[in-house]
């Protein structure tokens, strides 16, 4: 089982903990493809929730996973600066059909100032007790979360001043 490679259109698969698809974002331009790391773009895409209903991005996206961290993060640019959103998740897999990940609900949006709030964490209670996660999926995810308000505070990885921006330009050469 291959990677995915510059260029190539994936989709994205969003679960959640029990199992159940949660989001379906439909095509995405893979930037970088390594076991570790999978960069993608997309503009305007189709998503599809779990129930059906569909709705369509509005702005260009940027999409960080990472196969050892338990987040990943959408740098959405805007007319006023890149927004990020960050999903508090478990580390992607591929498989060939799609790009997958669970969420876990704990979001993080960081506005262009890199000033951040802190999402969903009556919802992530919810789901906890109602799909039992385990108390170590509990810690991981804590500790994640910590790791990644640290990244933002210090500008590491996508929160680096250049770094959605030179990925952008990069997505570029591919939808011309």
């Not at 994936?10 to 159940?20: F, L, R, W």
């Not at 338990?70 to 959103?85: A, C, P, Q, S």
């Not at 964490?121 to 994640?144: A, G």
Request: glycine residues 6%.
């Amino acid at each position: 089982m291959g990677f995915p490679r510059e260029g190539d259109k994936i989709q994205i698969h969003s679960y959640k903990h029990n199992g159940y698809i949660h989001r379906v974002w439909e095509e995405s331009t893979v930037l970088k493809g390594s076991q570790h790391c999978i960069i993608g773009g997309n503009d305007r895409t189709i998503v599809t929730e779990s129930d059906g209903r569909t709705w369509v991005t509005r702005e260009p996206a940027i999409c960080y996973f990472h196969a050892r961290h338990w987040f990943n993060i959408i740098g959405m640019l805007r007319e006023d600066g890149v927004y990020y959103y960050c999903n508090i998740s478990s580390p992607f897999v591929w498989d060939d059909e799609a790009l997958k990940y669970i969420d876990y609900d704990l979001d993080v949006k960081v506005y262009p100032d890199m000033t951040f709030t802190i999402l969903d964490e009556d919802e992530y209670e919810l789901h906890s007790k109602m799909m039992n996660y385990p108390e170590v999926i509990d810690l991981i995810l804590r500790k994640n979360l910590d790791t990644l308000l640290r990244w933002i505070r210090q500008k590491k990885g996508p929160f680096a001043p250049e770094f959605i921006d030179e990925w952008y330009e990069r997505y570029l050469t591919y939808v011309k």
